[in-house]
């Protein structure tokens, strides 16, 4: 149980264009899921928290219209990384809780590499 | 302020026992949890712990105590396959909700 997938597991784009991740919690309803990212030999920086049906909530330094997210059923939440970069370039992880659970299970992350 | 202390680094023998440390600092608790990070892949969940003592899961065990702000996980009979990045996390119920990460631990297991 208890199992998270995202798509793409790999993508590579051109600078400038835009790039939709989905995160799907395969075996469970997640009521709140998070965004991650995470550079190389670096631990994990939380992005954003989103609620089901409700505004994802964005950490200090994130920009919200940069990172758009979107949590518009129980089971998947979007991440897309508008007019990308090459800083985007990153590890980009989600994870997923259930309703009164407090643990966070983890997708198998996607690696963006904006050229 | 907020604060996850957790050696960067630590090296072990296939066969041995290895204790990786966590010391934490947060303006709420609402349990502790451990990740195993294999490089390049995403976090996988290990143990939650949310009262004192020891949560033993096989080959892993993990200790808590909230009045000292401490927790270890143990891994027992390492194998090489244990090679990896351990994180420590805690849930901040008071924080907007969110977990807050150490920087992890990269262990490196020996023949």
């Known amino acids: 149980g208890a199992v998270v997938s995202q798509h793409p597991s790999w993508v590579i784009c051109k600078s400038g264009t835009s790039v939709k991740i989905e995160c799907r919690s395969l075996?469970?309803?997640?009521?709140?899921m998070f965004w991650y990212r995470q550079f190389p030999k670096q631990s994990l920086m939380l992005m954003a928290t989103?609620?089901?049906?409700?505004?994802?909530?964005?950490e200090q330094g994130v920009e919200k219209d940069k990172f758009l997210i979107n949590h518009a059923s129980l089971t998947l939440s979007t991440l897309t990384v508008t007019s990308a970069h090459p800083e985007d370039s990153s590890f980009y992880i989600c994870?997923?809780?259930?309703?009164?659970?407090?643990?966070?299970?983890f997708g198998p992350g996607t690696r963006l590499l904006v050229l | 302020g907020q604060n996850i202390d957790q050696p960067t680094e630590m090296t072990a023998t296939e066969g041995a026992i290895v204790q990786i440390n966590c010391t934490y600092q947060?303006?709420?608790?609402?349990?502790l949890f451990w990740y195993q990070q294999h490089a390049g892949e995403a976090p996988t969940f290990l143990s939650y712990?949310?009262l004192d003592g020891l949560e033993e899961k096989g080959r892993f065990s993990s200790f808590l105590s909230r009045s000292k702000g401490y927790s270890y996980l143990l891994l027992k009979e390492l194998q090489m396959k244990d090679s990896a990045s351990y994180l420590c996390?805690?849930?901040?119920?008071?924080?907007?909700?969110?977990?807050?990460w150490g920087l992890g631990t990269s262990l490196a297991v020996n023949p």
């Open positions: 075996d469970f309803q997640a009521t709140t």
């Open positions: 994870s997923a809780r259930q309703q009164y659970q407090e643990t966070q299970y």
């Open positions: 712990n949310v």
């Open positions: 989103s609620n089901e049906g409700s505004k994802a909530t964005y």
């Open positions: 947060t303006s709420g608790f609402n349990g």
């Open positions: 996390a805690v849930w901040d119920a008071g924080n907007n909700r969110k977990l807050i």
